[in-house]
């Protein structure tokens, strides 16, 4: 059964940066196509960025520019760069498959923008 679990988030000033882990495992990770999702309060769950299995990145308009994911196989690992952030990124950040698999979504890691 896979396992996926976030971290790296927090509180963080408008302009600043935070960078996202996600841990995954009990799946053959290179194989997938991976993303990030965030839920804001009162929102529903949303794709941010995804990588594919060879590392072909695609973003939503509202972070393109500011936000990057990557990808390390061989740790299994999957990244989300944020810079720039603004306060409408508030949200729990989740990893999970692209698209996602309902029985691999974590308890995600809070990001709160705010000065």
């Known amino acids: 059964q896979g396992q996926f679990v976030e971290s790296g988030g927090g509180l963080v000033q408008p302009g600043g940066s935070l960078t996202l882990s996600c841990a995954t495992s009990?799946?053959?990770?290179?194989?997938?196509?991976m993303g990030w999702y965030r839920q804001a309060p009162g929102k529903q769950r949303v794709l941010v960025a995804g990588i594919s299995s060879g590392g072909r990145t695609n973003y939503a308009d509202s972070v393109a520019g500011r936000f990057t994911i990557s990808r390390d196989n061989a740790k299994k690992m999957v990244y989300l760069q944020m810079n720039a952030l603004k306060p409408e990124d508030t949200a729990v950040y989740y990893c999970?498959?692209?698209?996602?698999?309902?029985?691999?979504w974590g308890q995600g890691t809070q990001v709160t923008v705010s000065s």
């Open positions: 999970n498959t692209n698209p996602p698999d309902g029985r691999y």
């Open positions: 009990g799946i053959i990770f290179r194989l997938y196509a």
